[in-house]
């Protein structure tokens, strides 16, 4: 009897070898050209005798995983076709051509040849919802989501599809903090941006106006703007104000938060937050409103010289790298502070996946020193990774004289979140910020709406949630 259950375990442990193995080479663990670690050595550690061993490595030779050279070792050689690890990696419509991603994956693929990528892009209208029903029906191995759309994953309850990952000490902490939970590193940040002003030079030339600085306030931009404009020709100034990064960074520039009293109420008649708005909405009464869609189409007004000042993001700026404009980036204007919205892109890997070692390995190459210098070098990202944006050199193409600023700005750098609200009141109360923005409600008539649409979205979130 005991002889029979020593068998036993020897078959399951010489089973677990191979199998063991075999995976190290598939998910990228042990490299292509390495060698295994000696005969001895895989004795110990599966606890096997040499014969057992070298049947546990001819299997792995005639499944073509490794080649034994005689007085050398075991070398991993790339797998078959057959063999091969297939990730699928999802991620926003138009993100690869500004992060040059075609190029990245090619990398890897010189790397990891046992390892195929399949990249699926995603609607942006809807990211947040198709990343989760995607992830859940395991059609995702690997995603990009920024932190906005993390926001709507715990909002939802829907974190533990994403699988913690280790933190990288090169990555600036005030990236790898939004995406937290539960003391879990749950995404790892990839490039990163706030939202600045972008302008095109040729146009402040022609006007002669003077060029935005960190010292101006709205009411500069609204005064130059004007003059900036030309009837037929091109507005002043122009943004996608439906953007939930865009219109919010007006109240974040309030100075204040969305607070409740103690009965668990929002006032906000003669708040600093409608003051704010206020101001947008006279910033808009000598600027279009709406002649876009999304934000893509605003930029594009830009690309065609039909706007002189656009409120955008540096992720933008790679539209621009082969354009003939002469463009330069400056903060944005202040109200009651001068904060801006940071937008951080990060890499997750789906706890479902099948594929989660080969998942991770991409996403440690890509959020790596190489590929993020790769990243620096070629674009006009920024990367999260601290070492690579302190690279000094020659540069590939144009970079705007000014492009380092958001060095000097990172203190105004403000999360969504800070505003005090949920993604899911933000949502509520955009209809009626729009209609106010637009002229057709006035300041108390929207104090009082936002004050029970707040509460509605607020309790019926909490149900949601339970």
């Known amino acids: 009897m005991q002889k029979r259950l020593s068998r036993k375990h020897f078959r399951v442990r010489l089973e677990d070898m191979i199998v063991t193995l075999r995976q190290e080479i598939l998910s990228g663990k ?6 295994l670690p000696s005969e001895s050595d895989l004795e110990k550690r599966f606890e096997l005798s040499n014969a057992s061993v070298r049947n546990g490595l001819k299997v792995l030779v005639e499944e073509g995983f490794i080649e034994k050279i005689a007085r050398v070792g075991n070398r991993i050689i790339s797998p078959s076709s057959e063999q091969k690890t297939v990730i699928k990696f999802g991620y926003v419509q138009s993100f690869a051509g500004l992060v040059e991603m075609e190029e990245m994956l090619a990398v890897f693929a010189n790397q990891y040849p046992h390892i195929v990528v399949h990249p699926i892009e995603l609607p942006s209208g809807s990211y947040s919802k198709s990343l989760k029903q995607y992830m859940e029906a395991e059609l995702l191995d690997c995603v990009m989501i920024n932190n906005n759309n993390f926001q709507d994953f715990v909002e939802n309850d829907c974190t533990h599809l994403l699988e913690p990952i280790e933190q990288m000490d090169d990555l600036y902490p005030f990236l790898t903090e939004p995406f937290q939970q539960g003391g879990h590193t749950l995404v790892r940040p990839f490039n990163y941006s706030p939202v600045v002003l972008c302008y095109n030079k040729k146009h402040f030339e022609q006007s002669q106006v003077p060029l935005p600085n960190s010292n101006w306030a709205w009411r500069d931009l609204f005064t130059y703007g004007q003059q900036l404009s030309v009837k037929n020709e091109r507005f002043g100034f122009y943004f996608y104000l439906p953007s939930r990064n865009r219109w919010p960074i007006f109240m974040l520039q309030s100075g204040t938060t969305f607070q409740t009293d103690d009965n668990g109420n929002y006032r906000l008649h003669g708040s600093k937050i409608i003051e704010s708005l206020e101001a947008c909405r006279d910033l808009l009464d000598v600027f279009p409103r709406i002649l876009s869609e999304s934000n893509a189409d605003a930029e594009a007004l830009f690309l065609e010289e039909k706007v002189s000042v656009i409120m955008t993001t540096y992720f933008f700026l790679n539209q621009l790298r082969n354009s003939n404009i002469s463009f330069e980036v400056s903060p944005l204007p202040g109200l009651q502070d001068s904060s801006t ?3 951080i892109n990060g890499l997750a890997v789906n706890s479902r996946s099948s594929n989660k070692e080969a998942a991770k390995l991409l996403v440690d190459f890509l959020t790596s020193y190489e590929i993020q210098l790769l990243l620096r070098r070629k674009t006009l990202n920024i990367t999260a990774h601290r070492r690579a944006m302190e690279w000094e050199g020659e540069e590939s193409g144009y970079r705007p004289s000014r ?20 993604n899911y009141q933000l949502k509520s109360i955009q209809r009626d910020i729009m209609l106010f923005l637009s002229g057709l409600q006035n300041s108390a008539a929207l104090s009082s709406r936002l004050e029970q649409l ?13």
């Open 30 to 35: 042990a490299a292509i050209g390495s060698y």
């Open 341 to 343: 919205l940071l937008i």
């Open 403 to 422: 492009f380092f600023l958001y060095r000097e700005i990172v203190p105004t750098f403000r999360l969504i979140t800070e505003l005090g609200l949920t």
């Open 454 to 466: 707040l509460i509605e979205a607020k309790e019926s979130n909490i149900i949601h949630s339970s």
